[in-house]
């Protein structure tokens, strides 16, 4: 998906320099909006047809920008129900955001809505703010090339993952909540539970919000874990019917032709509604280069894991005999896979079994890959105006997700006023983790269970269970801001909550 071969990149770079001195009328034309359509689409998923959603662009699946293109994209909306795009790394003017009714409301079927704001560079996604739409996969990939990336000798590769059930969202929701389908974490022997609906859920005066009294425990191995009913920590709510990469699976997986001895520039996106996966690049060694389309201080490495809503690029450089690397995203806690290949021209491609022979581990417990994480272009230094402290609650049983005790419609913004330094410490006292999402601002991860660091800068940080997180931000546009957990169950159950943002005195 969006693969580019390094002579391409040449051309396009000498196509940039050439359109430098064109006539302003035909640089206007070359820049007319972009035009981006929510449709269905049917897929082939293990040799049955599957009807979902998608956004399609002009060269396929999702958008890709050049360095210094503005954000001018006409969304048309052809489903037959309502629809709006969250644009997930960017940030325009908060009336452009993509969230119902804050301000705009929903794209009716059959409108168009333009767009213009400043793109920013990066490994970036779109996708819809209505949970079961996105569960339908109606995402894509939104990439922004920086001026390096048309001068680099190297091949891009896209790989977009995604969990997918041919049952309906509400179904999946629905036996969730009722405790069906690996809702207890892998392995366990727990009996399904009963609970209440996912949606409009309202908390229960003494709800249990998993959370208990103590310091973070995010250094514990998995199985000393448990929480206050004796259950281990919970890593999977569903059992998906297919994990994809580029909307195929590992019984036809996308092969990508590569050169012997290139350099490959993988831009991973996790559009996962509930799966966290490990990056394998098995043989090909690799280096994490960004996060969240922000660079970090090179990590070498051969598995690397995201969780819902965050991205990964991995620069990968290739032996210079011919041959095949298959590139693998291993589901957390389990044993299905899904994936790529990388393969020279004429190279054998075996055939990979869509379950891997043993279970793979949770991801970063111990925040052990975020405290290797450092940013190359760290926020400046400065006091800290305002710090707010964020409590990650939940149970199971009910199935309810909290953020400071409440469900959105119950919840307490959190608040600010634009160009203050802001510390939101996440401290996740449940037994699942959450990956938090925050529209409108980059943020730098400069804590994890209390000891500082100078980590990455992101949009999207996981916290684990038992854990505590500290991002610092500036605080942007004054307005409405969401702030919520990017698991979609969650976020269905209510686990959202807003960042308002005050004009400065």
Known sequence: MNTFSRRGFLAASAAALASAHLPRAAMAQARAPLALSAATRTLDIDGRAATVFGLAGPGGQGLVLDPGQRFRVDLSNELDVGTIIHWHGQIPPNAQDGVPDMPMPLLAPGETRSYDFEARPGTHWMHSHVPIQEM???????????????????????????DFSFKSPEEVLAEINEGHDGGHGAGSDEPPKQGMPMQGMDAMPGMNDGTMGGMPMGNMPMDGMMGMDGMAMDLNDYDWDAYLANDRTLSDPEVVQVERGGRIRLRVINAAAATVFWIETGQAQARLVAVDGHAVQPLLGNRFGLAMGQRLDLEIDLPNEGGAWPILALREGARERTGLILATQGAEVRRIPALAEIDAPAFDIDLAQESQLVARDALPDRPVDRSQMLMLGGSMQPYVWTINGGVWGQHRPVVARSGERVVLSFHNMSMMAHPMHLHGHVFQVVGLNGRAVSGALRDTVHVPPMSMVDVALDAGEAARWMLHCHHMPHLASGMMTEFAVTASV
């Open 136 to 162: 339908q996969l109606l995402a894509a990939p939104l990439i922004v090339r920086a001026p390096e990336d048309l001068t680099a000798d190297r091949q891009e590769v896209t790989l977009f993952l995604h």
